[in-house]
C-alpha cells in the first residue's frame, strides 16, 4: 500500500507562509493522482489542490493565487506552498494519493498536519 507522511503544518500570523509536504513509500510516478485536502471543525473536507500524473494541476478558487501544488520526483514527494495564508484557511490538511490498480482506484491518506492562521 502507498504510505504517506506529512509534515511542515504549524501556526502563523495573516499574511505568513507554510510549506506542506507529503513523502510517499512509492514513486510518484506509480501514482495516478496527487493532491491535498482541508478540513475544519463542522465542515466537509474539501480540495485544496491537486495534480495528475500528467502535470495537470487544479486549485480551489478559494486558495487560488495563493497556494502551488508542486512534485519533486526524484525525493517521492508532493509539496503545498501556502502564501498569504487567511484566518479561514485554518484546518487540518490531508496529503492524498489515489493509485490505479487492477483497474480500481484506491485512496490513501496522510495523517494530517495542523495549519492555524491567526488574525
Known amino acids: 500500500q502507498v504510505r504517506l507522511v506529512e509534515s511542515g503544518g504549524g501556526l502563523v500570523q495573516a499574511g505568513g507562509s507554510l510549506r506542506l509536504s507529503c513523502v510517499a513509500s512509492?514513486?510518484?510516478?506509480?501514482?495516478?493522482?496527487l493532491g491535498w485536502y482541508r478540513q475544519a471543525p463542522g465542515k466537509q473536507r474539501e480540495l485544496v489542490a491537486s495534480?495528475?500524473?500528467?502535470?495537470?494541476?487544479n486549485t480551489a478558487d478559494s486558495v487560488k493565487g495563493r497556494f502551488t501544488i508542486s512534485t519533486d520526483n526524484a525525493k517521492n514527494t508532493l509539496y503545498l506552498q501556502m502564501n498569504n495564508l487567511k484566518p479561514e484557511d485554518t484546518a487540518v490538511y490531508y496529503c492524498?494519493?489515489?493509485?490505479?490498480?487492477?483497474?480500481?482506484?484506491?485512496?490513501?491518506w496522510g495523517q494530517g498536519t495542523q495549519v492555524t492562521v491567526s488574525s
Open positions: 492524498y494519493a489515489q493509485q490505479l490498480y487492477n483497474r480500481r482506484l484506491d485512496d490513501f
Open positions: 495534480t495528475t500524473s500528467g502535470g495537470r494541476t
Open positions: 512509492v514513486s510518484i510516478f506509480a501514482i495516478n493522482k
